[in-house]
């Protein structure tokens, strides 16, 4: 059974406001992920972290930021949120590269 | 055109009816994997798989490196087993990141 854990589940916030997407693994996997996926759309990388202290922008450009201090958490913020940013956000873990990639429930963010 | 391709967008079937899904891919791979999304959207892992075939309980995926294509089937189909299917390929390089599908969602009816 996969320990990974998104919270919150569902987000409605107002425009402007700053925001933190939580990510935390029991797994002790170094490699963490954030996904952005549109309804009906495919997912596409916004973050990756290979460890504590390495973040990397990933193939769709976000105005988010992340930060990894430590190994469990994988934290997303978005300082200013708008309605562009109306998407649902899932975290993944590997273990190494090669192996199969444990998801997170995702958190739907509305910002109205 | 997108470099994992999936068929059909949509599928519907009755209950007990064997399903198959279709992943072809046009990049140079490490693994393919196939991946469940409910409607709540979580996603769980089905398989990864590099060569073959691979099988759990009533679903079975199998791939040809060669024809750069991989299956999906579901034996004796039940309601449950309503979800969207994401064919994902690892790229690899060095990074080994994952190249997601539009997803193929199966609706089950009783």
């Known amino acids: 059974e996969a320990d990974i854990y998104q919270t919150p589940r569902y987000l409605v916030i107002g425009t402007g406001k700053k925001i933190t997407l939580e990510c935390s693994q029991t797994m002790g996997h170094d490699k963490m992920y954030w996904y952005q996926q549109d309804p009906g759309m495919e997912l596409h990388l916004i973050h990756y972290s290979y460890g504590v202290n390495s973040t990397e922008k990933g193939d769709l450009s976000s105005e988010s930021t992340v930060s990894r201090i430590r190994t469990e958490h994988f934290p997303l913020t978005l300082e200013s949120a708008r309605p562009s940013h109306t998407s649902q956000y899932l975290c993944?873990?590997?273990?190494?590269?090669?192996?199969?990639?444990?998801f997170g429930q995702g958190t739907r963010l509305t910002v109205v | 055109k997108n470099e994992v391709e999936q068929s059909p967008q949509n599928l519907t079937a009755q209950e007990g009816e064997f399903i198959t899904i279709n992943c072809s891919y046009s990049?140079?791979?490490?693994?393919l994997h196939w991946l469940q999304q409910h409607p709540g959207g979580g996603i769980v892992s089905l398989f990864m798989l590099s060569s073959g075939k691979k099988k759990h309980g009533r679903l079975i995926a199998t791939i040809n490196i060669q024809e750069k294509h991989s299956s999906l089937h579901i034996t004796a189909s039940h309601p449950r087993d309503s979800a969207v299917y994401i064919c994902?390929?690892?790229?690899?390089?060095?990074?080994?990141?994952?190249?997601f599908g539009t997803g193929t969602r199966l609706q089950v009816f009783p």
């Open positions: 990049v140079g791979i490490s693994a």
């Open positions: 993944a873990t590997r273990d190494r590269v090669g192996t199969e990639a444990f």
């Open positions: 994902a390929v690892g790229d690899g390089h060095n990074t080994d990141k994952l190249i």
